[in-house]
């Protein structure tokens, strides 16, 4: 289990941290509080709660790093399996898919209706982040001959 965040301060900042866009702070705290609110609405929970719970059902233990290689001319990627040991980039990469599923499936709705939809799917682990995660757990688990030559 992670330890996700001391205060709900800490999540807050995390959370304004991943989604503001050309350091426009006040435009991202907006877009927060619409979302909060709809969030509020929606559910009998607190709303800071669900957004714990959403962060860590789409918090992934690894994540993959791109190599090249070059062999002769020729020049291709591979996919290097790496676990993510700290908490905090734990969250963030969370966070960010959260944002970025939230940003895909907008269509005609706005962000922070979108988000809130992904931030209660992904609190009932239903959401496409979630999906997003076991992919990548899965992707890292098929290439696991790479995991044994990670240093403890």
Known sequence: ?????????ELKNKVLNTLMLSGKKTT????????????????IKDCRNV??????????????NAQSVKKGKRKSTKDV???ILSDSLRTMMSLKFLKEVADKNRGSLDFYRSLAKEV???????????????????????????????RW
């Open 1 to 9: 289990m992670i330890k996700l965040a001391k205060s709900h301060k």
């Open 28 to 43: 991202c705290e907006k877009v927060v509080l619409k979302s909060v609110k709809l969030l509020q609405k929606s559910t």
């Open 51 to 64: 957004i714990q719970l959403a962060v860590i059902n789409s918090t992934p233990t690894f994540k993959l």
């Open 81 to 83: 399996p790496s676990f």
């Open 120 to 150: 209660l799917l992904s609190s009932f682990y239903k959401s496409q982040s979630v999906d997003k995660k076991t992919e990548l757990q899965k992707k890292v688990l098929v290439n696991k001959r790479y995991l044994s030559k990670f």
